[in-house]
């Protein structure tokens, strides 16, 4: 906000099971969640923004001072929270 910029949450965490690439299992044919295909909104590290240009622009220059990455290509409004400490 000091800059003029707001950025605003669209989307944050999302159940594993909402998120996760199916796998078969041994027993009967049902599926469950592959550990390996977790994705960043499960680990509670993924977030998508409402980003304007402006905020886009400030997230792109500032996001990664504060441990954010872009998240996924094609995906302007998508960050991952990546601490470097």
């Known amino acids: 906000l000091a800059d003029g910029v707001r ?4 989307g944050s965490y ?6 996760a690439v ?5 027993l009967g044919g049902a599926s469950t ?6 994705t960043d ?4 590290t993924g977030v998508d923004l409402r980003l304007d240009g402006q905020a886009l622009t400030w997230m ?3 996001g990664p001072r504060y441990g954010f990455t ?3 290509s094609g995906q302007p409004w998508h ?3 990546r601490p470097t400490h």
Not at 14 to 19: H, L, N, V, Y
Not at 22 to 26: A, G, V
């Open 79 to 81: 960050w991952t929270y």
């Open 14 to 19: 999302r159940a594993p099971r909402a998120t």
């Open 22 to 26: 199916e796998r078969p299992t041994d």
């Open 33 to 38: 969640p592959d550990p390996a295909a977790l």
């Open 41 to 44: 909104f499960a680990w509670g």
């Open 70 to 72: 872009p998240g996924a």
């Open 60 to 62: 792109t220059s500032n």
């Open 7 to 10: 950025l605003d949450l669209a």
